[in-house]
């Protein structure tokens, strides 16, 4: 098999913006796709150069993983050193970190234990996030403070942004459908908390935790598995 077909059979490759705690191109770091599953969906792996001996950390995508867009561009991805004491200080690397929390995966404590912050700091700063203008870092902030109802707004402007982009983001859509899905159904909307997991499931078709969830969501308006 001669170069070509490698490269065509290897497919597009997965390309990342990387941004600091401070929002700025993060330097001597890079991010390494490993083999794509049935869903297509990569594990990222950080490389640093010889130079850098800081301990950096990927917070997101917040579970590490990532999907090719269906266009043009790179895909966002930010990492912090462990213990960097700016990151409480920025709202967007906060509702980055607490993404897994409101999600239902982790501690906002075993989060802190991860990121090296403490973990007073990190909830102060979570609770900030409530006045935030940007809509996921309001709707992350309202449903960590347990106002799934208020959530709800912000939280859909969220998913509305990334849905009218000209390249439409996998690993930026799927947490922002998996959240108001979970919002959604702490407010009671089942039906339309069943759609917004299906959304979810576009973009990991066989991702058993949003398939459980939806069919929960069915399961309390009495529709069983439809579609």
Known sequence: ????????????????????ARGHKASGVTIEAGAPDPDGWSQLKLTK?????????????????AK??????????????????????NPHIVAAIITPVVLGLATLEQRAQ???????????????????????????????????????????????????QLTRVPSE???????????????????EAAVSFLIALRQRASDEWALKARAEALKQVGKGTKP
């Open 114 to 164: 991860v990121t090296g912050l403490d973990p007073a700091a990190l909830a102060e700063a979570a609770e900030k996030l409530t006045t935030s203008t940007d809509p996921f870092e309001k709707g992350v902030g309202l449903f960590y403070k347990t106002n799934p109802i208020e959530a709800l707004t912000p939280l859909n402007e969220a998913y509305k942004q990334r849905q009218r």
């Open 1 to 20: 098999m001669n170069w070509l077909a490698l490269f065509l059979l290897a497919g597009p490759s997965l390309h990342f913006d990387i941004t600091d």
């Open 173 to 191: 859509i799927y947490p922002v459908a998996m959240i108001y899905g979970r919002a959604l159904v702490q407010s009671k909307k089942f039906d």
């Open 49 to 65: 150069s010889p130079k850098n001996k800081a301990d950096i950390i990927l917070i997101w995508p917040f579970d590490g993983e």
């Open 68 to 89: 090719l867009q269906d266009g043009s561009g790179e895909i966002p991805a930010i990492v912090i050193e462990r213990g960097d004491a700016r990151a409480p200080r």
